[in-house]
Nanobody, 124 residues
Framework: QVQLVESGGGLVQPGGSLRLSCAAS????????MGWFRQAPGKEREFVAT????????LNADSVKGRFTISRDNAKNTLYLQMNNLKPEDTAVYYC?????????????????WGQGTQVTVSS
């Protein structure tokens, strides 16, 4: 059973930055593609970014391209999401998720393990 724990969320002003972390345990992190998703109040969960098992293939949602960067450190069993130039519309609960496959995916149904989420609020 893989356990995922997100951290790094908080309140930030528009234009600011945050780095989210997702610590994985209980499984083979290096063999799993990972993803970040988010859910804003009253909205459906949406894809943010994904990364393959080795970290050499990534894909971002159009809404965050050029601002967010997904990365991973397999030696530390940790996934990251660097978020720059944050906007109020980025306000949401951010979730990390793990697949049982090495290939990345933009679809939430492709992920079998989920963290509890971390709140990101962008406001002045």
């Amino acid at each position: 059973q893989v356990q995922l724990v997100e951290s790094g969320g908080g309140l930030v002003q528009p234009g600011g930055s945050l780095r989210l972390s997702c610590a994985a345990s209980g499984g083979t992190f290096s063999g799993s593609a990972m993803g970040w998703f988010r859910q804003a109040p009253g909205k459906e969960r949406e894809f943010v970014a994904t990364i393959n098992w080795g970290g050499y293939r990534t894909l971002n949602a159009d809404s965050v391209k050029g601002r967010f960067t997904i990365s991973r450190d397999n030696a530390k069993n940790t996934l990251y999401l660097q978020m720059n130039n944050l906007k109020p519309e980025d306000t949401a609960v951010y979730y990390c998720a793990a697949r049982s496959s090495t290939d990345y995916s933009i679809y939430d149904f492709a992920y079998i393990y989920w963290g509890q989420g971390t709140q990101v609020t962008v406001s002045s």
